[in-house]
């Protein structure tokens, strides 16, 4: 299968302490692959560690280029779109200003995030990010990252915090994106791994300890429970 | 009456130097989470630079004093961007070595002027313009207290557009609220960082060259007592805040001012000041509050 990013023996460290030891997986060129797990088990570390945003060892490639060496900002600059866990707005900007901030390319993707996201990326353009609600903070995060055209999308936990209806509008806009860019996603939510993931990694203690199809876990409510030590009936 | 404009516009005009001090560290401080001790000499060398080819040319000639403003604006731009490549940039996230790597250069570059220019305050001769007054409802203002308040207002001016109107300005304001994110989005926040500095060296440099001829003379012991008052005003304004640095320039200086006149305990007053900004409010009268 053709992976577009491979994780190998990756270990993160934050603050002289090791929170990811040692992670490795495939992502494949297409669909969602999701990244499980119990709280604080170093999913978040992971993301960043492939980022660099935190120090960190091991081997990662980008459509077979070596990045583990490389500066966050070239990372992505190379096609690695990030959206991060609590949305990370810049507060004191407006909505539009956080956009063009991360426009990277000559023809940015701007009807294609105003077709998705019109409430914030037309009604409330000039609004400042920080007086947006939750869910219209990460329809702008969502949005940061889709203005671009990307190798791949590491969206940390999109749905944390929010409320059902919205939820479903962010599964809404990442299947959509799934469409055009393979995603990491790091999620708690089992009805959106459900809807849009096609595989899973999930890890434990900052080590992977499985992978698969996502399919064959969420139909095994014990491996479920096992696992991510929830129940694992997915709610129609 | 006629004390108190005097009194008010000596302030302002007084603020206005520490405004062109306190901008840049704010926007250094604010961006990179540098506390930027070494940026007294960037504005004591750029004073020397513009006093030595401003005498060439005749610093009694309002031509001189131009040049002067431009030399030390353009040295204290480049002091600082050297300062930024060569010693800062190596230690971003280590804040004992930057304090004391600025303080170092500080110290070494007090002694090193001192050995060139000796340690005694240098007198100069001004353009005959500067050392007159204007009068002002009866009070009669010495011309220098304008020029070093329309010198801070254009650089506040300018400033604000360049943070406002420009890509970089966005990537600083943006920097300052989350650094790491700005690089997450691809952008490499060193580059900025460079250029926060070469704006604070040059509004230092400026205000270098204003405050000797503010005070008719310069030494190398200049910037170091303007960098303590720009530094209570950088905290009391909000560290990282352009418009705070601005609001408690204007502040400190006519406090100080008034209560220099009146009891004599100016310094004193503004200290007690920032005890009670820290005390009160400890992100500033504009800063951002801790996350």
Known sequence: ?236 | MTTFILLLITGLGLGALYFLVASGLSLIYGLMGILNFAHGAFLTLAAFAGWEVGRRMGLDTTSGFVVSIVVGALVGALFAALTEFVLVRRLYERHIEQVLVTVGLSLASVALFEGIWGSDPVYFQRAPWLTQTTNVLGASVGNTVFVAIGAAVLVLVGLLLFLNKTRYGLIIRAGVENRSMVTALGIDVRRAFTLVFTIGGMAAGIGGVLASNYFGYVSPLLGGSLLIFAFIVTVIGGLGSLAGAAVASVVVAVLQQFTNYYWGYGDFIVVLLLAVVLLVRPQGLMGRKAA
């Not at chain 1, 899973?200 to 876990?217: F, K, Q, S, Y």
């Open chain 1, 1 to 236: 299968m053709n992976h577009v990013l491979t994780v190998s023996h990756l270990a993160g460290r934050i603050g002289g302490q090791l929170v990811v030891e040692d992670v490795s997986f495939e992502v494949p060129a297409t669909g969602v692959t999701a990244v499980l797990g119990r709280n604080g088990v170093g999913k978040t570390s992971t993301i960043k560690s492939i980022l660099g945003l935190i120090q960190r060892t091991g081997e990662v490639t980008l459509e077979g280029r070596r990045i583990d060496h490389l500066p966050t900002h070239r990372i992505v600059q190379l096609g690695v779109g990030y959206v991060p866990e609590d949305r990370e707005l810049f507060s004191g900007l407006t909505v539009a200003e956080n956009l063009s901030l991360a426009i990277r390319q000559k023809n940015p993707r701007l009807d294609f995030v105003r077709e998705l996201f019109p409430e914030v990326c037309v009604e409330r353009a000039q609004q400042r990010a920080g007086t947006l609600s939750g869910g219209q903070q990460q329809m702008v995060s969502l949005a940061r990252a889709l203005i671009n055209d990307n190798r791949i999308l590491l969206v940390d936990e999109p749905t944390k915090g929010l409320a059902p209806k919205i939820v479903d509008e962010v599964a809404v806009a990442l299947r959509e994106a799934s469409n055009t860019v393979p995603i990491v996603l790091v999620e708690q939510n089992l009805k959106v791994i459900d809807a849009l993931a096609e595989r899973v990694v999930v890890i434990d203690a900052g080590r992977v300890v499985h992978t698969g199809p996502a399919r064959e876990l969420l139909d095994d409510p014990a491996r479920v429970q096992q696992l991510l030590g929830v129940h694992g009936e997915v709610a129609a």
